[in-house]
Structure formats: C-alpha cells, structure tokens
C-alpha cells in the first residue's frame, strides 16, 4: 500500500513538471514573421468563414446539376371505411355494417425538357460562384497577409525605438555620476546636478512610454493572430539597410501586372460573367417550358360485405394504370414580371462593368500613392541619415565644450534632444520605407515574408 502511494506520487510530481516545462518553452517561444503569416492564415475566422462559403457553393454546384435529372417520387396510402349499407336479402332490404379498405400505390417520375436554358446557365453561375468565392479568399489572404507582415514591424520599429529611449537613459545615468564628481571637484556648479537629474527623469518616463508602445505593438499582433498576449513574443529580423535597389524604376509593370492578376479585378471581372448570366436566365422566362410526366398506378379493395374480392396481389397486379404526359407551357402575358426581369438584370451588368473600372482606378491610385510613397520614403531615409550623422558628431563635440565648462548643461541637453529626435526619425524613415515597398511587391505578387 506504501509503495503504491509512493508511485503514484512520484507520477503527480512528473506529470506536473512536464506541464510546467512545456507551459514555459510555449512562453518562451518566438514566432517568425513566416510563422506568424501562417498561422493567421490558417487560423483567422474570416478565412474560416470563406473556407466555408467554398463549401456550400460546391454543394450549390451539386444541387444545380441534380436539376437536369429528373425527379421521382412514390406514394402509399390506406384507407379504411366505417359505415351502413342497405342490402338485399331475397325479398327484403337490411341494414349491415360495411367496412371497406382501400390501399393505393403509385409512382411518379417528372422530368423537364426544355425550359429556355435556363437550368444550363443555373449551372453555370453555380460554377462561377464557386471561381468568385475562391479569388474572395485569396484577397482574404492578401489583406490579413499585410496586416500582419505591418503589425511585426511595427513590432521590431517600438523595440528598436525601446533599445535608444535605454540607452538614452544610461547616458543620462553616468552623465549624473560624472556631473556630482565634478561638483564634488569645484569644476562645476551645483545647479547642474539638478538639470542632469531632471533629464534622468524624463529618460525614464520615455522608457516607459517607449515600454509600452512596444507592449501595445505585442498586443495588437497577438489579438490579430487570436493568440493569448501573455508570454507572447516575436523573433527579431534584419530588415536590412534601406536601398535604393528596392525601389521599382517604373510603375507600368507592377501596374500591368496587378490588373492581370489581382484578386480584386479578377472578382469585377467574374462579377460581370455572373450578371451576363443573371440575364440570359431572366430570358428564360420568355421561352416556352416543356415538361414530360411519367405516372404509375394501382389499388386494392377489400370490404366485408362480399368474399367474391381477388386476392391482395392480384388487384395490385390486376388494377395497375401506367400514364404518359407531355405538357409545353407558353408564356402570352407575365403581367411585365419578365420584362422587368430582364431589364433588371441588364441594368445590374452595366453597374457590374462600372464596378470593374471603379476596381481598377482604385487599384491603380492605390499602386500609384504606394509608388511615390517608397519614393518619398527612401529620400527621408536619406535625409534622416545625413542629419543623424550631423547631430552626432555635433553632440560629440558639445560633449567636449561641456566638460571644459565652455557650454551650459541646457545647451547639451538641447543637443541630446536633437540627436535623440535625428535617431527617431530614422527608425521611423527606414521602417516606413521597408514597409513601402513590401506593398508594392504585395502588388506585384512577391511573398511578403522574404
């Protein structure tokens, strides 16, 4: 008995240190760019719910394709009777009890003909759904795509910004040392030990502002990726040093390209095919319908009144009826229902062609503003990379006066801002840039992981 609670208290205490181990590498996992990017497109509910939609269009392709089978059906009915009946017996006529049961059987089997193709391009549109909700879902894809790859760098931007709001703060805490020790000497008045003090505490406000920026950027991909935020953590990449080489020379062909292959235009464009469609069943209406009907009958009759019925069998075999009828129907006056119909239809092509040119202006606006955005990025890069060198070499050379006593501990400090403000703007520059050009190789179908 000792030895068995012994066991299975040593079992306990593995099974819940294998738990804690593994609740721990979960946190302690980071997630790739490439990794994130797949599991939101494996797990997004948009996605899910598209998916879905594919399935039911397959199932509408089923059921329009039924349509040209015929139909059958079958019935089966009994029915008993209760009541009186006057007979003859010899001379005289009396009342008897009649009790009669009657059992039908039949078959039907209903078949159409012709009813103006309109079944043929049923079916057609059924299959031109399912080609919509497919392109639908890769724009899906697209989008979520994008939002993602945005939502880690701006990830990897808060956290480079977090790493300076750091050292910033460490500057500050030796220029505090170095300040009391020159104090201390005489070299240097008191009161700058209160300014050095103050800037100490701004840099650890900004530390936390920063902090939480960064944690704020954690949260929204963890929400986007419906993954719980604790513990939650990405892997940090190079972006690279911007270059010009990323840039496109010429907008013509990312523009020929995306109307070629974007999801967008590719779904105007099955949307008018669909509205062509739409109209030619509303034509249908205008055609005659031809129908052909196959009925199978029999019955049975049994009462108490007379023994002289033949058997059960032998009535179904005896009383079954086979009909045969083929019916065309023509429309004279539908009270303008087709007319209307038709016209209807015809108007929703003309707003599905608009519609397709409305795609493709965005498109193109769109490609254009992202075109002359990485244009405008890349110079501010530049920019900001020739000013964060001209404001560290000038707070280099500050440094130096204020330690000879020549430049006052607010005239630094509106040095340090500067050059904190030159090393802002270029993290903002380059991670505007790089994210630039990931859309205009989103419009040119690259992966947006590499």
């Known amino acids: 008995m000792i030895n068995s609670n012994s066991k299975t208290t040593k079992l306990l205490v593995l099974l819940i240190f294998s738990?804690?181990?593994?609740?721990?590498?979960?946190?302690?996992?980071?997630?790739?760019?490439?990794?994130?990017?797949?599991?939101?497109?494996?797990?997004?509910?948009?996605?899910s719910q598209s998916q879905n939609n594919l399935l039911t269009d397959e199932q509408n392709i089923i059921a329009s394709k039924g349509q040209f089978l015929p139909s059958v059906s079958a019935n089966l009915g009994h029915s008993l009777g209760i009541g009186t009946q006057r007979i003859d017996v010899g001379s005289t006529q009396v009342v008897v009890e009649r009790t009669t049961n009657v059992t039908n059987l039949g078959v039907n089997v209903n078949q159409n003909v012709f009813n103006g193709f309109r079944l043929t391009n049923l079916y057609k549109q059924s299959q031109l759904n399912l080609e919509t909700s497919k392109l639908e879902l890769g724009r899906i894809k697209d989008d979520i795509s994008l939002n993602v790859v945005n939502s880690y760098l701006n990830i990897l931007f808060n956290k480079e910004r977090l790493e300076i709001a750091n050292a910033q703060l460490d500057f500050s805490k030796i220029q505090v040392e170095q300040v009391k020790e020159l104090v201390e000497a005489g070299s240097q008045p008191r009161v700058n030990i209160y300014d050095v003090q103050a800037t100490l505490s701004a840099d650890e406000q900004n530390v936390v502002v920063a902090e939480n920026n960064y944690q704020l950027a954690l949260l929204s991909l963890s929400q986007l990726l419906q993954l719980p935020f604790e513990g939650f953590d990405?892997?940090?990449?190079?972006?690279?040093?911007p270059s010009e080489a990323l840039?496109?020379?010429n907008i013509s062909p990312i523009l020929d390209y995306a109307f070629q292959n974007r999801n967008e235009i590719k779904v105007a464009e099955k949307n008018i095919e669909n509205a062509e469609l739409s109209t030619e069943i509303s034509k249908s209406g205008y055609y005659p319908t031809v129908n052909f009907n196959y009925g199978f009958g029999t019955n049975a009759f049994f009462t108490n009144i007379t023994d002289t019925e033949?058997?059960?069998?032998?009535?179904?075999n005896d009383q079954k009826s086979h009909s045969f009828t083929l019916s065309v129907g023509i429309p004279i006056f539908s009270r303008f229902q087709n007319k209307t119909a038709v016209e209807r239809s015809r108007i929703q092509e003309e707003n599905s062609k608009l519609n397709l040119e409305q795609e493709k202006l965005n498109l193109e606006s769109n490609i254009q503003r992202?075109?002359?955005d990485a244009k405008a990025a890349?110079?501010?890069?530049?920019?900001?990379?020739?000013?964060?060198?001209?404001?560290?070499?000038?707070?280099?050379?500050?440094k130096e006066r204020y330690t000879l006593n020549s430049l006052t501990s607010f005239e630094l400090e509106q040095s340090r801002v500067r050059l904190i403000n030159a090393e802002s703007s270029l993290i903002n520059a380059k991670y505007d840039f790089v994210f630039k050009t990931k859309v205009l190789d989103f419009y040119m179908g690259k992966s947006l992981t590499n």
């Open 247 to 249: 840039l496109y020379n």
């Open 234 to 241: 990405v892997e940090v990449i190079d972006v690279g040093t």
């Open 378 to 398: 890349f110079q501010a890069y530049e920019a900001a990379k020739k000013s964060l060198a001209s404001q560290e070499l000038a707070f280099s050379n500050n």
């Open 310 to 316: 033949a058997s059960f069998l032998n009535q179904f």
């Open 19 to 47: 738990l804690v181990s593994i609740t721990s590498i979960a946190q302690e996992k980071k997630w790739t760019l490439q990794e994130c990017v797949n599991y939101a497109l494996e797990n997004n509910i948009s996605i």
């Open 370 to 372: 992202a075109f002359t």
